[in-house]
């Protein structure tokens, strides 16, 4: 007799097989409700697992720096190596942040802000933090400009010429981006186990919230809640109140999305998406995918609501019935951007970034780098598709259509500090 999880396997590959000759894969893996305690097991095991491989990571990181000491001007042979693909609560390869003023922003790897502009990719500014920068940068309304650190400060810069404005010090090393609210709020996730409010003007605390664990990217909803992951997923009110939270052993990677109807989306280490009501909590729907989601759901103007994990899964927004998945083998995708059009973009872990049609998932395009993409890119106006790769110190501009270069612009691969 064949064990259920040969005979899993089995209907696995049957059923991905078969929907490959369609050319729209649409296996649904079979659900089952969520377990607080195994949800927390895979919690613990994805941390330890992670330390190990972040250690690894750390080491080979120095080594290569001392190995490029004396050699500024030379290439490396191989690339700057990358941390683990599935690290949930680090994003050292960040989405840039577009401005209205034709800049794009930049988080990086050597500890600076930069500012490029959009059309061209010329540097227009640079801003120097006392670490790592991990966290993509967030553009207020007025063009203002913030930016998280690994030095325990949330910047807020002047979006035209980098000027700072203020900084606010945290309790520990910031990894996630910040969020804007409508209020004049600015809400930061910190491994402290807080969430915080800062006036975006002045930099000063509005108000703090203890949370159960390291938090995540805030997502603020339709009518100004602002929801967490942090062990639990929190949904506060603009002023700081709890108004209910559900313990589902969320990592800080696992932000959660808000749709326009209020609607809260998030991905559990228990292989779980989950559609909630925004108001109560209450579960809408579940969609089991066999795979830890370790990325943040991305909600595309159509309502199809995309999921990142070994396999990206495009799922109905109002239901969680699948569109289509596109399987991977062996790595995982990023977390996607998504066009007007629906056609979607996505790294993956054999260092390509990939353009797929948003009705089949299949390839329109792919473009190599020398690096792994871990965070989402994004897109402008223009069709300009825009990217970071911190493994070959590049930036990208390509056409959305075709996936051709339009410009790129190198970063140094070394910290400020060092030179």
Aim: with cysteine; hydrophobic share 40%.
């Amino acid at each position: 007799m064949r064990s259920p999880a040969r005979s899993f396997l089995t209907l696995m590959a049957l059923a991905f097989s078969a929907a490959a000759a369609a050319q729209v894969p649409v296996y649904r893996v079979p659900q089952r409700p969520i377990n607080s305690r195994q949800a927390a097991a895979a919690q613990r095991r994805q941390q330890q697992q992670y330390q190990g491989q972040q250690q690894q990571y750390q080491k080979q990181y120095q080594a290569y720096l001392r190995s490029q000491q004396g050699k500024a001007s030379k290439r490396p042979q191989k690339p700057v190596p990358q941390p683990p693909l599935a690290a949930a609560d680090d994003f050292v390869n960040t989405a840039p942040a577009l401005g209205a003023n034709g800049m794009l922003y930049l988080a990086s790897w050597n500890h600076e802000v930069l500012a490029l502009d959009q059309a061209t990719g010329a540097v227009r500014w640079k801003f120097t933090t006392g670490d790592v920068l991990n966290a993509s940068p967030a553009v207020g309304p007025d063009g203002t400009v913030y930016a998280a650190s690994r030095d325990k400060n949330v910047y807020a810069l002047d979006g035209t010429t980098g000027a700072k404005k203020w900084q606010f010090k945290t309790g520990g090393p910031l990894e996630t981006r910040p969020a804007v609210g409508a209020a004049g709020l600015v809400y930061v996730g910190t491994p402290d186990k807080k969430v915080l409010a800062l006036d975006a003007k002045t930099g000063v605390k509005r108000w703090e919230r203890a949370t159960q664990a390291a938090a995540s990217m805030p997502a603020v909803g339709p009518d100004g809640t602002v929801y967490v992951s942090a062990g639990k997923l929190y949904a506060l009110r603009a002023t700081g109140e709890v108004r209910w939270s559900l313990d589902l052993g969320l990592l800080p990677g696992q932000a959660p999305a808000v749709g326009p109807d209020g609607t809260v989306y998030v991905g559990t280490p228990d292989a779980q998406v989950l559609a909630l009501s925004g108001a109560t909590g209450k579960t809408l729907w579940r969609f089991s995918t066999g795979q830890s989601v370790d990325y943040p759901l991305v909600l595309g103007p159509d309502g199809t609501l995309y999921a990142s994990a070994r396999s990206l899964f495009a799922l109905r927004s109002a239901s969680g019935q699948v569109r289509w998945t596109r399987a991977g083998e062996g790595g995982g995708w990023s977390a996607p951007a998504v066009g007007a059009g629906g056609d979607v973009y996505a790294g993956y872990s054999d260092f390509h970034l990939y353009a797929l049609s948003g009705t089949t998932g299949r390839s329109r395009w792919q473009f190599a780098t020398d690096g792994g993409l871990l965070c989402f890119p994004t897109l402008g106006a223009d069709g300009t598709v825009y990217f970071q790769v911190q493994g070959d110190d590049k930036a990208y501009a390509l056409n959305r259509g075709t996936g051709q270069v339009r410009w790129t612009a190198a970063q140094d691969p070394l910290p400020s500090a060092a030179k």
